[in-house]
């Protein structure tokens, strides 16, 4: 039996579609590849219509530090066994990324139809990275949003993120923890997310470390006492009793009291305790479950709550009154249940300095063409406002605006829709930040990624000058994202052009 092959960090750069290497083959015999290519990423909706949270570009920048620090003879191990055009493997081997990365950084709120992430490179070399770009940022933007959701409906109450054995994978429920995290949620369950991202992880027990005392009400509550005297002294010192193993109210509940009393944890213990309850009526059970410890004295033991959450199950939990410290989501957050394809796309928007556009019967489909930016209006009481996106170069609107002069935006679609942004009334802030110049990461920016709590706070930080409209979950009001003038009449004169071939 032949063994499985191991797999070096490399496979992380060419976990792409075989069309893209067909398509360099072909750019390569043509003497194409040292055209620049410009390629946007970006996505065409979101699952409330809302916005979305921006994950993943720390993985992205990663792909290129691995490219150009692999050696040829490795890739060329890798190129030789998947390709037979041996002038291709040739090219590909001694290549290395010499192009430019822009992006939105982790922690971004995003809107349909703007870039999150440009490719400015030579053509092989932004066409390689397709794939392996859309799987990294596709899943990751998935459950951020997905985790924001969550928890804007929880808020106050706090969401942990519980996973990991509902994830698509390895690489899915590590990183997809991270991105959990940069989405709000307070904390994870997977020990991997804390190692690679040093993010503590926490977790409680389970059903089954209760069954290994015995059955019944004696071997529960040995399983509590057991449990309790040995984690009580250590650094990470939670101690979360699952008390729906026999029953809730008239078993679990009273032998996590008698076991925490008979342990000496009361409300002076310096760690969390507390109950977690995994099903039943959650909404009863929390609220007869947090009168008996308050009776009992234990006003600060927490009630954990889990069992196929989701932000409509929290939602209608808050609206019976539950009492709820934390809630702990799995699934739904670990594979965006409910919006499990985030549908970002990859479209060259520009060769050679010259634009190109993609037409497509479906209006949502056509692209905006060009090397572009993305930049935020907020009003004069520090609300974002609209999204402007204009050319890199020679932009009469960009200009105007970063010197916060009189303007007026419009929807590109409807003049009539139009907005004047007056001096002095407002403030703007560049979202594009250059990670990758000619090849080389900026270190500066690329090691700001790597602090996951930053990456939330600085998403928590942008979510408060999102007005509450937007920010609900249901049918949130329209935020403006606008194309500047020159957007507009540069991607017009080409749909007009191809359109006049089109009636010849």
Not at 94 to 108: A, P, Q, V, Y
Request: with cysteine; glycine share 6%.
């Amino acid at each position: 039996m032949k063994k499985s092959r191991v797999l070096t960090d490399f496979a992380r750069v060419i976990n792409s579609d075989r069309y893209q290497y067909t398509e360099s083959d072909i750019f390569l015999m043509e003497h194409m590849e040292n055209k620049i290519a410009v390629f946007d990423v970006y996505f065409r909706k979101t699952e409330d219509g809302g916005f979305a949270v921006v994950a993943g570009v720390q993985e992205v920048i990663n792909l290129i530090e691995i490219l150009n620090s692999t050696s040829e003879e490795e890739k060329r191990m890798y190129f030789s066994e998947i390709l037979e055009e041996e002038h291709l493997v040739d090219y590909l081997s001694k290549m290395k990324f010499t192009g430019d990365i822009l992006s939105m950084r982790d922690g971004e709120i995003a809107y349909p139809n703007e870039p999150i992430l440009t490719v400015k490179a030579p053509l092989i070399q932004a066409k390689i990275l397709e794939t392996p770009i859309l799987n990294i940022i596709n899943m990751q933007m998935a459950i951020a949003t997905k985790a924001s959701r969550v928890t804007r409906a929880a808020d106050p109450i706090a969401v942990s993120s519980f996973g990991s054995r509902r994830a698509h994978g390895f690489d899915s429920a590590v990183a997809g923890n991270k991105a959990a995290v940069i989405g709000g949620c307070l904390n994870h369950s997977n020990l991997v997310t804390e190692y690679k991202y040093g993010i503590p992880s926490v977790g409680t027990m389970a059903h089954s470390y209760i069954q290994t005392f015995g059955v019944g009400s004696q071997a529960e509550k040995k399983a509590f006492e057991t449990f309790i005297n040995h984690r009580k002294n250590r650094e990470k010192n939670s101690l979360i009793l699952l008390i729906d193993t026999y029953n809730t109210l008239k078993m679990g509940i009273k032998n996590a009291i008698e076991a925490f009393k008979n342990c000496g944890i009361d409300d002076s213990y310096e760690g969390m305790y507390g109950v977690r309850i995994d099903s039943g009526d959650l909404a009863y059970l929390s609220k007869k479950c947090r009168t008996m410890l308050d009776e009992a004295g234990l006003k600060k033991a927490k009630i954990i709550l889990t069992n196929s959450l989701n932000e409509e199950l929290i939602r209608s939990l808050r609206e019976q009154g539950v009492c709820a410290d934390l809630y702990g989501v799995g699934d739904e957050i670990a594979v965006s249940k409910s919006n499990p394809c985030f549908g970002g796309v990859y479209k060259i928007v520009e060769i050679d300095n010259e634009p190109v556009i993609k037409l497509s019967e479906d209006v949502v489909k056509i692209s905006n063409p060009g090397f572009k930016e993305v930049y935020r209006v907020y009003d004069r009481y520090g609300f974002a406002y609209a999204d402007l996106i204009t050319l890199m170069k020679g932009d009469k609107d960009k200009a105007l605006l970063i010197n916060g002069e009189t303007l007026t935006i419009r929807d590109e679609k409807y003049e009539f829709k139009s907005s004047e942004l007056k001096e002095g009334e407002y403030t703007v802030k560049r979202l594009t930040r250059e990670y990758v110049v000619d090849g080389e990461i900026i270190m500066s920016e690329y090691e700001k990624l790597f602090d996951i709590m930053a990456s939330q706070r600085y998403y928590l930080e942008s979510l408060k000058k999102i007005s509450e409209e937007r920010k609900r979950l249901e049918n949130p009001h329209k935020y403006k994202v606008d194309l500047s003038s020159d957007l507009i009449e540069l991607k017009y004169n080409l749909i007009k052009g191809i359109k006049a071939e089109i009636e010849k």
